[in-house]
C-alpha cells in the first residue's frame, strides 16, 4: 500500500528589512559633486564626510582640523579611484570604512 503525504505550502511570514535612510543632506552632495554612480553602500560609508561637505558648502561649518582635510582628501581620491575604474568596489568600501562603525 502506497501512502501519499499532504504538501504544505505555507511559507513563513517575510520580514521587512530595515534598511538604513541616507540623510537628505548626504544625498544632495553626492548630486553636486557628480558622483551619482556610487553604490548605496559606499554612500552610507562616507555619508558623515558628506553631511560635513554639505555644511561647509552651505557655509553652516567651517573647519581647519588637519586630520578633517586629509580624510576628506581621502574620501575624494577614492570615489575618484572607483568611479574612474582603478579601483575595485570592494578596494574602495574597505579603504572608505570607518573601523568601528
Not at 7 to 27: C, E, F, G, M, N
Not at 67 to 96: E, F, I, N, P
Request: include cysteine; proline fraction near 4%; charge should be neutral.
Amino acid at each position: 500500500m502506497t501512502t501519499a503525504f499532504k504538501l504544505s505550502y505555507t511559507y513563513p511570514a517575510l520580514q521587512p528589512v530595515d534598511l538604513h535612510k541616507i540623510d537628505a543632506r548626504a544625498l544632495e552632495c553626492v548630486k553636486l559633486l557628480g558622483w551619482n554612480d556610487l553604490p548605496d553602500r559606499l554612500i552610507e560609508a562616507i555619508e558623515a564626510d558628506l553631511i560635513g561637505f554639505h555644511e561647509e558648502l552651505t557655509g553652516r561649518f567651517s573647519t581647519r582640523d588637519t586630520a578633517v582635510h586629509q580624510r576628506r582628501a581621502s574620501v575624494r581620491y577614492w570615489v575618484r579611484c572607483y568611479l574612474g575604474g582603478l579601483c575595485t568596489y570592494d578596494t574602495a568600501l574597505k579603504m572608505l570604512e570607518v573601523p568601528g562603525q
